[in-house]
């Protein structure tokens, strides 16, 4: 079966009103926002190609921010806009895994 995108990621940006830890106190929004500017720019987006969207909490606070692509569910944690430009251009242009970035 084809996928409709080659790359799905889903950013968990939960915010946590009791004051535990969330994606959402590391950034998670806007560096979401960030890579789904890059990947537009880059003209990777569309049928085939890249989709970002964003996740509620994935149950991985404590290790967060983090983000799952997916179709082979790897999940990255991620800090700056550095790390996103890693992850695009190592495992979304090459398909190869940023190992350093890994949330096992
Ligand atoms: S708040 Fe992001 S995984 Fe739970």
């Known amino acids: 079966m084809n996928s ?3 790359y799905h990621l889903f950013f968990c940006t939960n915010q946590r009103d009791s004051g535990g ?3 959402a106190n590391h ?3 806007a ?3 960030h890579m789904k500017a890059r990947i537009k720019t880059l003209g990777l987006t569309g ?3 890249i989709r970002i969207n964003t996740a509620g909490c994935m149950d991985r606070c404590a290790l967060g921010p983090a983000l799952v692509v997916y179709p082979e569910a790897t999940w990255y944690r991620y800090q700056n806009e550095q790390d996103i430009e890693e992850i695009i ?6 398909g190869q895994i940023v190992s350093r970035l890994l949330l096992e």
């Open 4 to 6: 409709f995108y080659k």
């Open 21 to 23: 830890a969330c994606c």
């Open 27 to 29: 950034n998670a929004q």
């Open 31 to 33: 560096l979401r926002d």
């Open 47 to 49: 049928k085939g190609g």
């Open 89 to 94: 251009k190592t495992h979304l242009q090459k």
